[in-house]
C-alpha cells in the first residue's frame, strides 16, 4: 500500500520555541493530507486538513496561529507548532488520501511523531 | 459529538480466542474504516466497508455494518498475540471512535 513518512520520530524541545514536523507522502501526490493530535490512550482528533496550494482548514477550536500548516508540494505538508508549551506535548499524527489508490477513499497514516515540551 | 464510539473499551482474551468490537456513529455515511494501531505507533488501514455493504472479509478479519442502526462490528477470528493493539473505527468525516484495546494473551 501507500506509504506515509513523519519527521521526526520524536521531538523535544524547551517551552517557548517553534517546532516543525514534517509529512511525506512517498509513492503517491497528495492534494489533501490531514493533521490529527492524540492523547495517550485516547482517540485521535482531527486538527486540520491541508490542502495543497492553498490555506488550510482547521478545525473548531485548533488555533490557526499556533499550529500553522504548509502543504507547498503533492507531497509535503509540515505542521509547526509556534511558542511550543508542555500542554501541546502530544502525538502527531499526519493522513494522506491516495486518490488513485485502488480504494480512493483509504487513508494512509504516518507513523507519528511524538513532541514534548519541557 | 459526531464522534463514533467502540465497545468495549478495553478487551483481554486467550490466544486463540475471537474477538469482537463494535463500533457506532452517529451521522450518515458513505464508508467505515477499520484501523489498528500499536502503542505509540501510527494508525494501519485495515478494511473499508462501503455504506451498501452488509460484511466483508479480509483474511481473518471479518467486518459487518448496519446503517439502519449506525453500527458496524470488527471480528478477529484466531487471535494471535501479534493482534494486540488498539481497534479504531472512522467515519466519512474523518471522525475516530475511542478505540478498542485488545489484548491477547499467550
Known amino acids: 500500500g501507500a506509504v506515509v513518512s513523519q519527521h521526526p520520530s520524536w521531538v523535544i524541545c524547551k517551552s517557548g520555541t517553534s517546532v516543525k514536523i514534517e509529512c511525506r507522502s512517498l509513492?503517491?501526490?497528495?492534494?489533501?493530507m490531514f493533521w490529527y493530535r492524540q492523547f495517550p490512550k485516547k482517540s485521535l482528533m482531527l486538527m486540520a486538513t491541508?490542502?495543497?496550494?492553498?490555506?488550510?482548514?482547521?478545525e473548531q477550536g485548533v488555533e490557526k496561529d499556533k499550529f500553522l500548516i504548509n502543504h507547498a508540494s503533492l507531497t509535503l505538508s509540515t505542521l509547526t507548532v509556534t511558542s511550543a508549551h508542555p500542554e501541546d506535548s502530544s502525538f502527531y499524527i499526519c493522513s494522506a488520501r491516495d486518490p488513485a489508490g485502488q480504494t480512493g477513499d483509504t487513508q494512509y497514516f504516518g507513523p507519528g511523531t511524538r513532541l514534548t515540551v519541557l | 459529538s459526531q464522534q463514533g464510539e467502540e465497545d468495549p473499551q478495553a478487551l483481554s482474551i486467550q490466544e486463540g480466542e475471537n474477538a469482537t468490537m463494535n463500533c457506532s456513529y452517529k451521522?450518515?455515511?458513505?464508508?467505515l474504516q477499520w484501523y489498528r494501531q500499536n502503542s505509540g505507533r501510527g494508525l494501519v488501514h485495515l478494511i473499508l466497508?462501503?455504506?451498501?455493504?452488509r460484511e466483508k472479509h479480509s483474511g481473518r478479519l471479518r467486518v459487518t455494518l448496519d446503517t439502519s442502526k449506525k453500527s458496524s462490528s470488527l471480528l478477529i477470528t484466531a487471535s494471535r498475540a501479534a493482534d494486540t493493539a488498539s481497534y479504531f473505527c472512522a467515519t466519512t468525516l474523518l471522525v475516530f471512535g475511542q478505540g478498542t484495546r485488545l489484548t491477547i494473551n499467550p
Open positions: 451521522t450518515s455515511i458513505n464508508n
Open positions: 466497508i462501503r455504506s451498501n455493504e
Open positions: 509513492d503517491f501526490q497528495a492534494t489533501t
Open positions: 491541508s490542502n495543497e496550494g492553498s490555506k488550510a482548514t482547521y
